[in-house]
């Protein structure tokens, strides 16, 4: 079971994205936090938050590589926080080292697919808010429509 939910930091709070209608401060840097619970083990909460924009944009190309069997490692946009996806066989194994490291492993076309819709949901949700050009995410929805099944 995978458990997401994307927030934008506005004012030092955080807010849903789906919830958020005002003007971001700064939208050549996004602030925002991630909640990430796949098979109840959290890997990604709102203690992590970062850039979330270019968050999502490194797990959607992860995603892309893991589509096609390959390893994924990436640092968050601006915080020393590692991610790592893993293919073995038909399963994923994701990996997030802040303080300690977080591990789980998730079928791995499931993960992909249903990760690609909060992704694709996400920046369908961007595109649209107050300020943000809506052609700034076209190469991330076409790279998650293409993954979604």
Not at 12 to 24: H, L, R
Not at 45 to 57: F, G, K, R, T, V
Not at 121 to 143: A, H, M, P, Q, W
Request: proline share 2%; charged share 25%; net charge negative.
């Amino acid at each position: 079971m995978i458990e997401v939910a994307s927030y934008i930091k506005h004012k030092k709070k955080f807010i849903n994205i789906f919830d958020f209608d005002g003007v971001m401060d700064d939208l050549n840097y996004i602030e925002g936090g991630l909640i990430l619970n796949v098979n109840g083990v959290e890997l990604i909460n709102l203690e992590m938050w970062d850039y979330i924009d270019q968050l999502w944009a490194y797990i959607s190309a992860g995603l892309k590589l893991a589509a096609e069997n390959k390893d994924f490692e990436s640092n968050f946009p601006d915080q020393p926080i590692k991610m790592k996806f893993k293919p073995i066989r038909q399963e994923l194994l994701l990996s997030v080292n802040c303080h300690t490291n977080t591990k789980v492993i998730v079928e791995k076309n499931t993960f992909v697919n249903d990760m690609s819709k909060y992704a694709l949901t996400f920046f369908e949700r961007l595109s649209n808010l107050k300020g943000v050009d809506k052609n700034n995410y076209d190469y991330e929805i076409k790279l998650l429509k293409d993954l979604i099944n």
